[in-house]
């Protein structure tokens, strides 16, 4: 019996027409040298091949009935590799603004729950000698770490590596009586290993659990009557999503890192931070404070190959207001190291699989609480990715920009992901709920050029700025893929 934890079902639960709970990426790569197309058969079986590895990939979530438990994972035995792994229909060689639009089209569609919760798109030529791959995954089954992971069974290591065939079937289905019946046993032996793992705690470590879960909930019901600020990124949105990529060097990221002694993940948030304050003036809108949600991994070293989600969450306030990027980054160095030692983490990560036990009404009050405006403005989830090259059927892959999903009256998420010597910073919006985000990247390099000359160094950009004296050259030396932006 394999039962969705709580945390997974809720993503479930919380996913409508105009909120899909996928995450995902989009990845330019390089055509090898005398090939004008990436061949999207050769991909198709690769993945194939690798199936085994990852059986989830074949698995469909199935809901029993009167929602007496949590939904449980069971055997597709309809599985097609060839519904989650598609070619695109485009016989011409797409420009890279006419790629990314269909990417954006793939990914404004909802997974279909009949069939397990995953789709590749293969677009298989794009000008400059490239192809994109697009990828979706339901939240429900990954999180971003695991996403990425998994992902890894998308691609090589290697230019050369051929897919060995490994037989499968599918399990034999139990019928929706039996799992019920399992799927309840399984949830009573749940609630007693928690029970006696309690039991089997000394004093001072359930007073100390205690405590963290208490501070938790504390801090979860304060964050609850002392709703987020309004922001025009929180309002109705459609079904319709965009992803603006912009790449910046790693480096220069690390440097600023360095001199403030802070961490990667600091200094990637007050980029972020700077983000939204040079959009907010774009929009016409006055600066001001926004509680960013952030994903925090929590899964246990001992079990690093754990599937599902296992991620808490941080909340805290960005500094939008503060026009000082000095002060900026500052502040968020003390936040973050202020959530740290808290304990909050840790403690909503007891609550969150704490709300398995509540009535399935309540459960999916929880849920829709956990995904509010009320609670949060945006998600930023940083999320490390691969440390060496891949590759997809012999060509390199150049970029991955990642795609956070977007709840209900939420417009705007970002993921970033380091691969290849550069973060990644992937924007996911409703375009018509934002239609300016397509001017992003700007905001980026202005917020990192910030960065960098309180850091007491000039970075690149500023370097050219301060040669050619003009932003437009910029724009004209970013590497071919739009690296620099992919929009």
Request: glycine letters at 6%; a positive charge.
């Amino acid at each position: 019996m394999d039962r969705l934890s709580t945390v997974d079902s809720s993503f479930l639960r919380v996913e409508t027409p105009t909120a899909h709970m996928h995450v995902g990426w989009l990845s330019f790569v390089e055509l090898p040298s005398g090939v004008d197309r990436l061949d999207g058969r050769l991909l198709k079986a690769r993945i194939a091949a690798r199936l085994h590895l990852a059986p989830r990939f074949r698995q469909r979530v199935v809901k029993l009935p009167l929602s007496a438990t949590d939904p449980v994972w069971d055997d597709a035995a309809d599985f097609e590799i060839g519904r989650h792994v598609r070619i695109s229909r485009a016989q011409r060689q797409l420009s890279a603004p006419d790629a990314r639009a269909e990417a954006d089209e793939f990914l404004s569609r909802p997974l279909d729950r009949d069939h397990p919760l995953w789709q590749i798109l293969v677009i298989p030529r794009v000008r400059g000698g490239r192809a994109a791959l697009v990828g979706k995954v339901h939240h429900a089954m990954v999180d971003g770490v695991a996403a990425v992971e998994l992902g890894m069974l998308m691609f090589d290591v290697g230019e050369q590596q051929q897919p060995s065939s490994v037989e499968w079937s599918p399990a034999p289905s139990q019928g929706a009586l039996r799992l019920t019946i399992d799927s309840l046993a399984d949830s009573a032996l749940e609630q007693f290993r928690a029970a006696r793992r309690m039991v089997w705690r000394s004093p001072a470590q359930t007073v100390r659990v205690a405590d963290t879960m208490r501070r938790a909930a504390f801090s979860l019901v304060e964050d609850a009557i002392h709703p987020a600020p309004p922001s025009y990124l929180n309002p109705p949105i459609g079904s319709r999503r965009t992803l603006v990529g912009h790449r910046m060097e790693l480096r220069r990221l690390l440097a600023v890192k360095r001199h403030h002694d802070a961490t990667l993940n600091d200094v990637v948030l007050t980029v972020c931070t700077g983000v939204l304050r040079g959009f907010a003036l774009r929009h016409g809108e006055e600066p001001h404070d926004l509680r960013v949600m952030v994903p925090v991994n929590v899964r246990e070293r001992t079990d690093p190959q754990a599937q599902g989600n296992r991620i808490s969450f941080a909340f805290f306030d960005l500094p939008v207001a503060e026009p000082s990027a000095r002060d900026r980054l500052a502040q968020v160095i003390e936040r973050m190291a202020e959530v740290k030692e808290s304990g909050r983490i840790g403690g909503t990560a007891a609550l969150l699989r704490g709300v398995g036990g509540l009535p399935e009404p309540l459960k999916e009050r929880a849920a829709r609480l956990a995904v509010s405006p009320r609670l949060y403005n945006l998600t930023v989830s940083n999320v490390p990715g691969p440390r060496v090259p891949l590759y997809a059927a012999g060509a390199r892959v150049q970029s991955i920009y990642p795609v956070i999903p977007i709840a209900d009256r939420h417009a705007l998420a970002v993921g970033v992901l380091t691969y290849d010597g550069y973060a990644h910073f992937g924007v996911y919006a409703d375009p018509e709920a934002l239609p300016r985000v397509h001017g992003l990247p700007v905001n980026f390099e202005d917020a990192l050029l910030e960065l960098e000359l309180i850091s007491g160094h000039r970075g690149p950009i500023d370097a050219r700025r301060q040669r050619r004296g003009s932003t437009a050259s910029m724009r004209s030396t970013r590497p071919r893929d739009g690296a620099a932006s992919e929009r």
